[in-house]
């Protein structure tokens, strides 16, 4: 119960957390160079196999009151299906996580308002090759042909492109930083695009803030993004 308890301490409500007897929560251990760059990982993910539709469905009401629902392509495609049929209106974004995971929500764009892959995740979903600006566009108008509302294309050192369908798009350069620590940054722009979208924030100005927040994670050894660590803050750390 360690973890549940920092989770808590955290002032993150777990009412609705499932305690699973028996099993043991998914962990991922990894090796990181002196560069900050995770050069081998293994991971054991078993527990989400037992997140099953059955289990979410006792959670409907939850799920489909939510703000915003964050998911990504480590849940079963079971699960997923279940989460894209019954989120109603509920905005759903996503995480592919990794090439080999991003086809599972390959039949499931058109249900899906914010998608974040990377470069090879998004050429393995949309069978086009993305070397520049211009081919991340016509990627871009793929996914939106295919119903996703907004995309978020990480293009490594060349910022990110991101693009709303039938509205603005653009590159955001990336922000140069000291690497310490490359795990969780992705994770954090997740959570920098979903908290400007509560805030009812531009695209523009919501993708480089979830820049700021994926920098700050990967100049940081173990970074804490809490409460008392306000959000607000964030854009303040890069103009110092």
Not at 133 to 143: E, G, M, P, S, T
Request: glycine letters at 4%; aromatic letters at 4%; a negative charge.
């Amino acid at each position: 119960m360690g973890r549940l308890k920092h989770v808590q301490q955290r002032s993150t409500r777990s009412s609705h957390l499932y305690k699973i007897e028996g099993e043991k929560t998914s962990i991922c251990n990894s090796i990181i160079n002196e560069n900050g760059q995770c050069i081998v990982a293994v991971n054991d993910m078993c527990i989400l196999e037992k997140l099953t539709p059955n289990l979410l469905s006792q959670s409907r009401s939850l799920i489909q009151h939510a703000s915003v629902l964050v998911v990504d392509c480590n849940l079963t495609e079971e699960a997923l299906k279940w989460l894209f049929q019954h989120a109603r209106n509920v905005p759903i974004f996503v995480d592919t996580v990794s090439s080999s995971k991003a086809p599972k929500i390959r039949h499931w764009l058109s249900h899906i308002h914010t998608l974040k892959p990377n470069r090879t995740e998004a050429e393995t979903l949309s069978g086009i090759k993305i070397k520049t600006q211009k081919d991340a566009a016509n990627a871009a108008q793929w996914f939106h042909r295919h119903g996703v509302q907004r995309l978020i294309l990480s293009m490594d050192a060349e910022g990110v492109y991101y693009s709303e369908l039938d509205s603005i798009s653009g590159c955001s350069p990336a922000i140069h930083t000291n690497i310490i620590n490359a795990n969780g940054a992705g994770d954090a722009m997740m959570a920098g695009l979903v908290h400007c979208w509560l805030e009812g924030m531009e695209l523009q100005e919501s993708v480089i803030f979830a820049q700021q927040c994926s920098a700050l994670t990967l100049s940081s050894e173990n970074i804490d993004i809490s409460p008392q660590n306000h959000s607000s803050d964030i854009p303040h750390h890069f103009q110092e």
